[in-house]
């Protein structure tokens, strides 16, 4: 077998397109929207390669027509969570041992599909399913899964490159092992990019996986399932299932080859999760690796010499695009007193001209949320708010569910920092924003600091170097994304590794080579070239004169 050194292409950022009027990637988009809803898809599992239909299907509707049908998905149950985990064991070894440039060289393909003859269709199948406007499913369902294929196969050869040093005699060397069992990839419905990398990353490294996709991901979830089995995927490394999330957890967390979890999602599931593995800790060949980026309540703090214009465009980008449903949105704002009416009279603006509607409709910044649950959830905390003489509501707090889960972008004013909606994840398009005494600014971080259990992203606006470095140490740990005059949102792979600490995760950040060492096990090997054969090391020697016998040490 012919072998060598292999280099994996240095990656590049994919570049976003514009889809301004009359370029070709809006054509295409505006065409592939089109025939996706003329189309009812019917929608499969997949499990070992086979397409399995259960006849017990789930409709999907767009979020902003709920009245419109895209298409059906099976939904499985028990029988086939055991089906896919078999699926996935009898597909390790081979796949485990496929040499690593064969693996690498499936999700570069992926890349390029994506790039290109995919590119449209998953952003359509985004734009449909998610309810996401086409610049959120460009740098999402497309740049950032494209970037996630290709530096993720860059880290996984820097990772291999990674070797210990060799002293005369011996050659040391480390390998780095899949998993021992299978990995259970758990993602969520805000970005397809997510729900692609969560089980090509383990997939990579030479794991098998069992995928569940949440329910509003699915319809954009068969269209990644598709490009992975034209890239090469082979058949079982990943397996993708239907199945209420329960059902699926009693089985894989009391499985013995169960090896480890890749989680986007709720705090309080993935810390479900986690009490599950402990009490199940017993039962496993291996202590499973637990991976998980959760919630947030992410913030923006503006320091009295922050320039207002930037300050208030933050937080309506920030906080509205892709109608909050961002783990790293901007969620709570604490505004100086000094700029308040200016920042103030800057986001009346932006809202008073944003328009929400259909993602069909691009001039639309805004659309719905992602099922009526979400809907009922903002609805009561904006009517709450509405009846709460404590606060007042300056933009928004109109919300719509006739034809799609509207919910309008709302800026809600406390005059006290834990005011519920200061305090609890609301993950739509609404935002509390608390004025503060510009004089106060030190004390105002140790509020930012105590006011959640999450730190994932945080921003800091200022002028004054002074305030920002203050900010960045007595916030150190209320961010695992911190950053400094410009939103909380829009990590990029392979620039900004994405993930937070405390109530929000694992921290193992995505799109980082950080987080694909997770998904190895390495193997540390030396060998000895000539070995010696006799056990007596020079120190045991005895110099002419010497009596051992009279210190003691010379008899039994």
């Known amino acids: 077998m012919a072998t060598g050194f292999f280099n994996v292409p240095p990656p590049i950022n994919e570049p976003v397109k514009a889809y301004a009027p009359g370029s070709p990637e809006r054509i295409e988009l505006i065409k592939t929207l089109k025939e996706l809803k003329q189309l009812e898809r019917d929608i499969p599992m997949y499990i070992g390669g086979q397409q399995v239909r259960t006849g017990n299907t789930q409709r999907i509707s767009p ?14 149950d028990a029988s086939h969570v055991h089906q896919a985990i078999e699926a996935a064991l009898a597909a390790r070894t081979q796949w485990a041992e496929l040499p ?13 599909l994506l790039a290109g003859p995919y590119r449209a269709r998953m952003n359509a199948a985004t734009m449909l399913g ?29 990772i291999y490159r990674q070797q210990p040093e060799s002293m005369p005699g011996m050659w040391n060397r480390l390998e780095q092992r899949p998993l021992e069992g299978f990995v259970f990839a758990l993602t969520p419905f805000n970005f397809t990019s997510i729900a692609g990398n969560l089980p090509t990353s383990v997939a990579m490294m030479g794991n098998t996986v069992v995928w569940k996709p949440a ?36 089985i894989i967390f009391s499985h013995p080859d169960f090896a480890g979890i890749h989680f986007t999602g709720s705090t309080g599931v993935f810390q479900n999760i986690w009490k599950t593995i402990g009490q199940n800790i017993h039962q496993y060949r291996s ?20 320039h207002p214009r930037q300050v208030a465009t933050a937080i309506t980008r920030g906080a509205f695009e892709y ?5 790293s949105a901007a969620s709570r704002v604490y505004i100086p ?61 109109g919300h719509d569910k006739s034809k799609g889960y509207f919910i309008e972008p709302t800026i809600i004013v406390t005059k006290d920092p834990k005011y519920v909606t200061m305090c609890d994840e609301l993950f739509g398009p609404v935002i509390t924003l608390y004025v503060y005494d510009s004089q106060e600014f030190e004390k105002i971080l140790d509020v930012v600091d105590g006011t959640s259990p999450y730190a994932l992203t945080g921003a800091i606006f200022s002028q004054d170097r002074y305030a920002i470095d203050l900010a960045s140490k007595k916030l150190v740990h209320a961010a695992g994304n911190f950053y400094i005059n410009d939103k909380p949102t829009g990590a990029v792979v392979g620039q900004q590794p994405f993930g937070g600490a405390r109530a929000s995760g694992t921290n193992d950040k995505a799109g980082s080579m950080l987080n694909l060492l997770r998904w190895v096990s390495p193997r540390a090997i030396k060998e000895t070239f000539v070995p010696p054969v006799d056990f007596r090391y020079p120190f045991m020697g005895v110099e002419t004169g010497e009596d051992l016998n009279a210190t003691g040490q010379g008899g039994f």
Not at 219 to 235: C, N, T
Not at 323 to 327: E, T, Y
């Open 130 to 158: 998610q309810s996401k406007n086409a610049y959120q499913a460009e740098i999402d369902a497309a740049c950032e899964l494209i970037d996630f294929f290709r530096f993720n196969a860059y880290f996984m050869q820097e």
């Open 323 to 327: 109608q909050g449903q961002k783990c």
């Open 100 to 112: 690593w440039e064969h693996r690498a060289a499936i999700f570069l393909k992926a890349a390029d």
């Open 337 to 397: 007193s000094n700029i308040w009416d200016e920042v103030k009279g800057y986001l009346q603006a932006d809202l008073k001209s944003i328009k929400m509607g259909d993602v069909e409709d691009f001039s639309n910044f805004v659309n719905a949320v992602i099922s009526e649950v979400s809907f009922d959830k903002l609805a009561k905390y904006i009517d709450a708010a509405k009846a709460d003489e404590s606060v007042e509501i300056i933009a928004g707090g």
């Open 287 to 306: 202590y499973p690796r637990i991976v998980g980026e959760t919630g947030g309540k992410d913030f923006i703090l503006a320091h009295h010499s922050a």
């Open 63 to 76: 979020p902003h027509d709920h009245q419109h049908t895209l298409g059906h998905f099976h939904e499985g």
């Open 215 to 250: 329910y509003t991901q699915i319809y954009s979830a068969q269209v990644l399932m598709e490009l992975f089995q034209e890239a090469g995927v082979p058949d079982g490394v990943i397996n993708l299932i239907y199945v209420d999330g329960p059902v699926a957890g009693d």
